[in-house]
Nanobody, 121 residues
């Protein structure tokens, strides 16, 4: 059974940076579409960024130019570099994997437990 474990969340002030990590075990991350999602209290889970097997990246409009998704195949780990953080970025951030990026959020098959990001103004 594969597993995804996120880390790197925390509390920062607006304008700060954080780097989230998602360590994959039990399967090879480079063979999957990997993504970062987030869910704020009272809101639906939304896609933040995805990285497909071919290396193509997708970003939500709200994070374009501020967040960067990347993958280290040797470490089997997915990253999300978050710069210029805003209070509206506050949410639980989840790592997910699936055979395809072309799925709605609720249909991705493999999920981590999440890591909390809190941005204060």
């Amino acid at each position: 059974q594969g597993q995804l474990v996120e880390s790197g969340g925390g509390s920062v002030q607006a304008g700060g940076s954080l780097r989230l990590s998602c360590a994959a075990s039990g399967y090879t991350a480079s063979r999957y579409c990997m993504g970062w999602f987030r869910q704020a209290p009272g809101k639906e889970r939304e896609g933040v960024a995805t990285l497909n097997k071919g290396g193509s990246r997708y970003y939500a409009d709200s994070v374009k130019g501020r967040f960067t998704i990347s993958r280290d195949n040797a470490k089997n780990t997915l990253y999300l570099q978050m710069n210029s953080l805003k209070p509206e970025d506050t949410a639980m951030y989840y790592c997910a994997a699936d055979n395809t990026c072309l799925k709605s959020v609720t249909r991705w098959n493999y999920w981590g437990q999440g890591t909390q990001v809190t941005v204060s103004s």
